[in-house]
């Protein structure tokens, strides 16, 4: 009898598509999830974690009582503006995520940043995935940075960019961007950069570098035509803090909006002015946004809106305009097309303003985009404004929600944003009724409450 020699276990194999990273136990030629063919690459062993030699043994656990609290532990940036979204600075071993347009000026702002940080002392190290060292040098140039301390490193290679890391032990690493490395030691190597599969081996690899070493991890994220984060959504999962660059790339002013922080409050927003030396800081964003507008001039309105948790004075323009065309036109830039239809609308029914001959156009001035619906008695006036060819007192403000039947429904922090105003010189303010029943402002400025759109429009134009 023949007896059958064991020698050890064989790790099983397994099938890991190169696109969206979804394993299978058989080979085929199209990958079941994502339906791409030709993806499965085979792989014998356990799954990898990381790549070797760049993380040590996990840490024991700790009893959460036991854990000191730093509430100072922050690196500043060295721009007032970004250190105010992000709660104060960075906060060491994080991971941030930056997102937005094509040359909106994500890779400027972080240059800038990481060359403050070095001035100040801390190491930056600049992981160039799409630039080379010597072009990243002319753009420094360029922004009148000299680069002491900031280290280029021009690589798409994680796991060796993370070996050199570790030996210049930076206080922030920054990585231009996450759609251009890839991980080369782990199931995904053979698919290319910027996969669905790369960018959560990639994203999860410096995620858990970061956590270790108490780098952090800035990532710069191409985004999709919608303005989405490209690639899985898991990714924004994965990071401790997400932030948008916004803005008009024909206006020079940029909004640096927190969508998911960790470590402090999303409701921050920082505003940036596009200038020949890079992005600066805007301390005083209402005076920017109103400094040209015009005195007695119909179709404009100043709305005081609350971006995040600071108010900011925006001058809202509209324009009627009579077509022949059978269906006219609604554009709005910088608002929600479909309030601009139902405003459109309740002036229609309500005002009886005859605008289904005309042509309305809306605008935010200064490339910014408004949210809130507060800005609707705003955007009302504007075009009733327009219409009438009669401007609103250029002393003004002007803030409420506008109903369905016209009436006109309470804003949240009135006093914040009538403080805002009188600062900069406005005397009178066009408010809902029901605003004053919830909560008494203390303010210098006169109230002219209205309980609907009607009264409103009576108020502003006499």
């Known amino acids: 009898m023949t007896t059958r020699t064991t020698g050890p276990p064989r790790d099983k194999s397994i099938f890991a598509c190169s696109e969206c990273g979804n394993e299978t136990a058989k080979w085929a030629g199209r990958c079941p999830a994502c339906d791409a063919w030709n993806t499965l690459v085979e792989w014998s062993g356990p799954r990898a974690e990381s790549a070797p030699g760049l993380l040590s043994a996990a840490p024991d656990p700790v009893e959460m009582s036991r854990l000191d609290i730093d509430h100072e532990l922050r690196l500043p940036v ?7 979204v992000l709660g104060g600075g960075i906060v060491p071993g994080s991971l941030v995520l930056l997102g937005g347009d094509p040359g909106i000026g994500k ?3 972080l240059l800038q940043a990481a060359a403050s940080v070095a001035a100040a002392g801390g190491t930056v190290m600049y992981l160039a995935g799409e630039e080379s060292a010597s072009q990243v040098r002319m753009r420094a140039a360029r922004l009148g940075l000299t680069g002491e301390g900031l280290f280029v490193y021009p ?7 993370l070996r050199r890391a570790a030996e210049l032990s930076p206080r922030i690493l920054v990585v231009d961007s996450i759609q251009t ?3 080369t030691e782990s199931e995904t190597g053979r698919s290319t950069p910027g996969s669905p599969a790369q960018l959560r081996e990639s994203t999860m690899l410096l995620m858990r570098w970061a956590k270790e070493t108490g780098v952090a991890v800035i990532l710069i994220g191409h985004v999709t035509k919608d303005g989405d984060i490209a690639g899985p959504r898991i990714l924004e999962h994965i990071v401790d ?3 948008y660059l916004e803005g008009d790339r024909f206006s020079p002013y940029r909004l640096l909006r927190g969508v998911k922080n960790r470590f402090g409050s999303t409701d921050e927003v920082g505003v940036f002015e596009m200038a020949g030396d890079g992005l600066r800081a805007v301390d005083n964003p209402s005076q920017a946004f109103i400094a040209e507008r015009g005195a007695g001039v119909a179709g404009s309105c100043v709305v005081p809106t609350l971006e995040g948790s600071r108010p900011v004075l925006v001058e809202v323009q509209a324009l009627t305009s009579p077509t022949v065309t059978p269906v006219p036109r609604r554009s709005a830039t910088g608002l929600d097309s479909g309030r601009l239809l139902m405003i459109t609308a309740v002036l229609t029914r309500r005002l009886g303003l005859p605008l289904a001959g005309h042509d309305v156009i809306a605008n935010v001035v200064g490339g910014l985009r408004i949210g809130e619906p507060a800005a609707d008695l705003g955007v009302a006036l504007a ?3 327009s219409h009438r060819d009669a ?4 002393d003004t403000v002007v803030i409420g929600e506008v109903g369905l039947t016209g009436e006109l429904r309470s804003v949240a922090f009135l006093e914040r944003r009538l403080t ?3 600062r900069l010189g406005f005397k009178r303010c066009i408010l809902p009724e029901a605003t004053l029943h919830r909560q008494r402002p203390k303010t210098r400025i006169e109230l002219l409450p209205a309980p609907g759109l009607r009264e409103a429009c009576r108020l502003a134009f006499g």
């Open 78 to 84: 060295g721009n007032s503006e970004f250190d105010r």
């Open 107 to 109: 890779s400027t702002l």
């Open 155 to 161: 690589e798409t290679a994680l796991e060796g960019a």
């Open 181 to 183: 490395v890839y991980c």
């Open 241 to 243: 803090v997400v932030l």
């Open 383 to 385: 075009i009733a404004s």
């Open 391 to 394: 401007p609103v007192a250029a």
């Open 420 to 422: 805002e105003a009188d």
